[in-house]
């Protein structure tokens, strides 16, 4: 399989992960039918258990993912997806609100000879959790998430 890196979504350091609690990193949303991967990037750590859900869900060693160390997982989020085939919203980039179809026709706003598709729903936002696979270790993990798509290839 071949994945197209869409954007990186930030880092959960091995500082952080010290304490051996629970820590999460807001993902926001994410577009319709992509994937989180989740990368251990230190490769001295001894591995994590991950957690990706729309309410914050706290990780456990019960209810995660484990992440093995100097690996990468493929996640998607718990719970309800955006999907461009259910009644989730579709993210807009460049924050303009609508999307423009030219050259009429159809439905939506029409503005002139452009008709617009308005979008008015809130986004779903992601938060992932982790935590240290061995409490107390002293090889504490460091987490890269990003967000990928499939490429047919």
């Known amino acids: ?22 820590h999460s990193l807001t993902i926001g949303a994410i577009s319709p039918h992509s994937y989180l991967r989740v990368s251990e990037i230190d490769g001295a750590g001894d591995g994590a258990f991950v957690k990706i859900t729309a309410a914050g869900t706290a990780v456990t060693t019960t209810n995660g993912t484990y992440l093995p160390p100097a690996s990468a997982i493929t ?7 955006p999907s461009i085939l259910s009644d989730s919203p579709i993210g807009l980039e460049d924050g303009l609100g609508s999307i423009r179809l030219e050259g009429g026709g159809g439905s939506g706003n029409s503005v002139g000879r452009f008709n617009f598709l308005s979008y008015d729903r809130g986004l779903t936002g992601y938060t992932i959790s982790a935590l240290n696979s061995t409490a107390g270790g002293s090889n504490d993990c460091h987490i890269l998430v990003e967000e990928v798509a499939l490429v047919n290839g």
């Open 75 to 81: 996640l998607v989020p718990e719970g309800e997806r």
């Open 1 to 22: 399989m071949i994945y197209k890196l869409i954007s990186t979504k930030g880092e959960i350091t091995a500082t952080t992960l010290g304490d051996d609690a629970a």
